[in-house]
C-alpha cells in the first residue's frame, strides 16, 4: 500500500521552531519528487515547498522563503520540513505528498497524486 505519514505537528510560540516529517512506504521513494503543502481554516491549499528526486534542486513559496528548509533522505525514505521563526500565519495543517515526476516542473497540487493525512500546525501569537 502507498503510503505517507507526517508527524512533529504540535503547538509553539511565534517565533519558535518545529520539524515536520513523513515516511513514506509502498514505493521507491527515491524515484519521486516529493512536497509539502498547507491549508488553513477557510483557505484553499497551498504549495510550501518542493524537491526533487536528487535533492539538488528546492522550491518554496515567497512567504517561507529563508525560514523553512526542505530536505530528504532517499535511504529512509523521509520527507522533513525544518520551519523557524514561525509566525501565527504559518498555522495549518500540513500536508505531505507525492509528485507525479521525479522533477517538480510544475508545483500545483494537482501534480501531486499522493497525500498524507495532515499533521496540525498551531503557532502561538
Known amino acids: 500500500e502507498v503510503q505517507l505519514v507526517e508527524s512533529g505537528g504540535g503547538l509553539v510560540q511565534s517565533g519558535g521552531s518545529q520539524r515536520l516529517s513523513c515516511v513514506a512506504s509502498?514505493?521507491?521513494?527515491?524515484?519521486?519528487?516529493m512536497g509539502w503543502f498547507r491549508q488553513a481554516p477557510g483557505k484553499e491549499r497551498e504549495f510550501v515547498a518542493g524537491?526533487?528526486?536528487?535533492?539538488?534542486?528546492?522550491y518554496y513559496r515567497d512567504s517561507v522563503q529563508g525560514r523553512f528548509t526542505i530536505s530528504r533522505d532517499n535511504a529512509q525514505s523521509t520527507l522533513y520540513l525544518q520551519m523557524t521563526n514561525l509566525k501565527p500565519e504559518d498555522t495549518a495543517v500540513y500536508y505531505c505528498?507525492?509528485?507525479?515526476?521525479?522533477?517538480?516542473?510544475?508545483?500545483?497540487?494537482?501534480?501531486?497524486?499522493?497525500w498524507g493525512q495532515g499533521t496540525q500546525v498551531t503557532v502561538s501569537s
Open positions: 509502498g514505493f521507491t521513494f527515491s524515484n519521486y519528487g
Open positions: 505528498a507525492r509528485h507525479r515526476q521525479r522533477f517538480l516542473v510544475v508545483r500545483r497540487a494537482s501534480e501531486f497524486g499522493v
Open positions: 524537491i526533487d528526486w536528487s535533492a539538488r534542486s528546492a
